[in-house]
């Protein structure tokens, strides 16, 4: 079982950055690919980034590619989630998940997911 917290979440202006990060409990962190997501008020929930268990591949949507970077620590066993530029169509809660297999944008293959935490992008 691997529980998640996501962190780092909050009001920024357009044009600015925050970092995100997705602590995971539970020894097997490491063999888990993870996912982040995100959801707007009145929207589906829509993928944002994946990252192999190694870190080795990473996957991004095509709204965030070249702005947002996800990586992760095994050591600490965190996930991140690097936003820059941001943009108004940015805001949304943002989730983090972990998958047992080898998903990227496919929500329903991931087992275990956050609470979520707001971000929100002022124009």
């Known amino acids: 079982q691997v529980q998640l917290v996501e962190s780092g979440g909050g009001l920024v202006q357009a044009g600015g950055s925050l970092r995100l990060s997705c602590a995971a409990s539970g020894r097997t962190f490491s063999s888990y690919r993870m996912g982040w997501f995100r959801q707007a008020p009145g929207k589906e929930r829509e993928f944002v980034a994946a990252?192999?268990?190694?870190?080795?591949?990473?996957y991004y949507s095509d709204s965030v590619k070249g702005r947002f970077t996800i990586s992760r620590d095994n050591a600490k066993n965190t996930v991140y989630l690097q936003m820059n530029s941001l943009k108004p169509e940015d805001t949304a809660v943002y989730y983090c998940a972990a998958a047992g297999t080898l998903a990227t944008h496919q929500a329903e293959l991931y087992d275990h997911w956050g609470q979520g935490t707001q971000v929100t992008v002022s124009s």
């Open positions: 990252i192999s268990w190694s870190g080795g591949s990473t």
